[in-house]
Each structure stands twice: as C-alpha cells, then as structure tokens.
C-alpha cells in the first residue's frame, strides 16, 4: 500500500510516465488503475466481522476453565447444540481433552502361551 501511494505521489510531483516505470517499474496503465482505486478506497482497510454462532469461543473457555472434567455432551447442553460441534469448536480454540494414561498390567499366562516350546 505505501508503494502504491509513493508511486502516486511521485507522478504527482510532475513526473513523467518513463520516469514513473524507470523508478518504480510500473507501466501507465497500472499507475491509472491504482490511482482510480485510491479514489475509490478500495485499498481503505476494512472491518473484519465475525458472524454470530451458536458456540460462543469466551463463554466456552471460560466452561472449560471452570470445570475441565466435563464431559462434551454435558458442554453441548449448555450451548443447545451437539458434542460434535462443541468438540470441533475446542478444536479450534486449541484445546485437547487430557487423556489419562493407565497402566497396562500383563497377563503372564498368556505371554508363557504364545512362546514356542523346544
């Protein structure tokens, strides 16, 4: 955007075009088109809007924080939606659900089985 306004303001100044394309590499053509959209504010910036959603990102960190056991259904409920969507929305929010690790006891009798005799 700044290079567009400089090359704007350079041709202003009483530059030619040649001395506009030696300068910035840019023909007449591109120079009129960024011109008319400068008139225009195309290149104004622009407010980025986020649509309403059954899920509400705050209140569902805010969920989490408060009681991390919860399960997705018992969220789900609160948000009158499905554990699918609340577990895509965690997705996003970069919140895994801790898994706990058990211990694997093994079964020696089973292992002493599958051991060829000879």
């Given at each position: 955007m700044d290079y567009r306004l400089r090359a704007a303001a350079y041709k202003d100044e009483?530059?030619?075009?040649?001395?506009?394309?030696?300068?910035?590499?840019?023909?007449?053509?591109?120079?009129y088109?960024?011109?008319?959209?400068?008139?225009?504010?195309y290149y104004e910036t622009k407010t980025i809007r986020e649509r309403n959603r059954k899920i509400n990102k705050d209140v569902l960190k805010r969920m989490v924080a408060e009681k991390p056991d919860a399960y997705l259904r018992?969220?789900?409920?609160k948000?009158?939606?499905?554990?699918?969507?609340?577990?895509?929305a965690l997705k996003?929010?970069?919140?895994?659900r801790k898994k706990?690790?058990?211990p694997v006891t093994k079964n020696p009798r089973k292992n002493a089985r599958n051991i060829p005799q000879g």
């Open positions: 009483g530059h030619t075009f040649k001395e506009l394309k030696q300068t910035f590499g840019i023909p007449a053509e591109t120079f088109q960024w011109k008319e959209k400068l008139g225009n504010g018992e969220l789900a409920d948000f009158n939606c499905t554990g699918y969507a609340v577990f895509y996003k929010l970069k919140i895994t706990s690790v058990l």
